[in-house]
Structure formats: C-alpha cells, structure tokens
T-cell receptor
Framework: EAQVTQNPRYLITVTGKKLTVTCSQN?????MSWYRQDPGLGLRQIYY???????DKGDVPEGYKVSRKEKRNFPLILESPSPNQTSLYFC???????????FGPGTRLTVL | EDQVTQSPEALRLQEGESSSLNCSYT??????LFWYRQDPGKGPEFLFT???AGEEKEKERLKATLTKKESFLHITAPKPEDSATYLC?????????????FGSGTQLTVLP
C-alpha cells in the first residue's frame, strides 16, 4: 500500500530535550516536505527536499533541522524544542513539486 | 505576499442541502490550485488540482472550479460522510521549489 508513515504519532517532551520525528514514504517520490498545522494559521511549510542531499527552507524553518540521506526518509529534528513548537506536524511527499502531495498521518507534539 | 483566504470558516448543512466553499487568492504566476480534504486526526487527502481559469473537475458530489481570482468547491446533495475540513492551496511560479501556500480551511458539517 502506497503510504507516508510518521513516528511517533504523539509525543510529549520538555523544553530543550532533542527529538527526532521520522518520516518514510514507499512511493519512490523525489519531493518531500514537512509542515506544521496550527489553529487559524493553516498548514505552513517548514522544510522541503527535492532529492537526496538536497534540502531547503520553507516558510517557518527556525528551530528545525532536516536531513535527506535516503530517498525514502526525511526526518525532522528539533535540537532544542521550545513550547512554541507545540503543534501538529505532517510529512508529505510527491513525485514533483507541482504534483499532488501524499500526507502522513501526523505527529502531535507537545513541548512543556 | 501570496495570500490564500477560505470562506466561510465553518459551514453546517443539512443532508441534501447543496452549497459552495470559496477559496480566494492573491498571487502572481499561479502554477496550480489544489483542494484537499482533512478528517479529524488525519493528514490531508488530495481531491483536485486546477491549473487555469475556466477549468472544472468533478468527483462524486464534489465539483471544483477556478477563475483568475478564486476557486469554488461545490458540494451537491451532501451526505454526513462529507463532513470534514476542506483545504485549498496554491503553488506559484516564484523560481523556488517551495511548494504550497495553504488556506486555513473550511470546516464542513453535514447533519443527517
């Protein structure tokens, strides 16, 4: 089954404790993105990747890092999480930037 | 700055009561307008892509249309299972591979 998977689905952590949210897709997509979704603000892009070892900033990259060492995986790293990073995070992938994106199920992160 | 505005924020319909959701945008160089459906606790699911003014696409009870300034998602004789948040997003020709700018969504509730 074609899908995008994210782990963990739920995470509660404390300020400053490094964490990684994993994302994996099995559709051989070149393009992958991370978004955060906050009430009233919609989905905002954090980082994207056009292919292996090619990443770039989206609209709200501050406080986040990403890597793309393999085509299927695109982890999101929070080196020192802060409460304003409490949000619902989605990973997405597509063949090309202008194609429809397939979204993962989401990761609900709470930073205390 | 590219802007995408969806209205209304929330809409309650009786089963069978047709209506339309609006997505207005102020962007230059539109490369595509996307409609997604999002169920509670899940990632957005792709519905349609529209590329040029005058284009229309249909899927079951949904029909999406596009003008130079806005897009409509028409829902004909909705059923309770159509209840969801509907998101629109635009991609512009900015020379960047950044993907989509999303609206905040319309939360649709269809009552039996």
């Amino acid at each position: 089954e074609a899908q995008v998977t994210q782990n963990p689905r739920y995470l509660i952590t404390v300020t400053g404790k490094k964490l990684t949210v994993t994302c994996s897709q099995n559709m051989n997509h070149e393009y992958m993105s991370w978004y955060r979704q906050d009430p009233g603000l919609g989905l905002r892009q954090i980082y994207y990747s056009m292919n292996v070892e090619v990443t770039d900033k989206g609209d709200v990259p501050e406080g986040y890092k990403v890597s793309r060492k393999e085509k299927r995986n695109f982890p999101l790293i929070l080196e020192s999480p802060s409460p304003n990073q409490t949000s619902l995070y989605f990973c997405a992938s597509s063949h090309r930037p202008n194609n429809e994106q397939f979204f993962g199920p989401g990761t609900r992160l709470t930073v205390l | 700055e590219d802007q995408v505005t969806q209205s209304p924020e929330a809409l309650r319909l009786q089963e069978g009561e047709s209506s339309s959701l609006n997505c207005s945008y102020t962007v230059s160089g539109l490369r595509g307008l996307f409609w997604y459906r999002q169920d509670p606790g899940k990632g957005p699911e792709f519905l349609f892509t529209l590329y040029s003014a005058g284009e229309e696409k249909e899927k079951e009870r949904l029909k999406a249309t596009l003008t130079k300034k806005e897009s409509f998602l028409h829902i004909t004789a909705p059923k309770p299972e159509d209840s969801a948040t509907y998101l629109c997003a635009v991609r512009v020709d900015s020379g960047s591979a950044r993907q989509l700018t999303f609206g905040s969504g319309t939360q649709l509730t269809v009552l039996p």
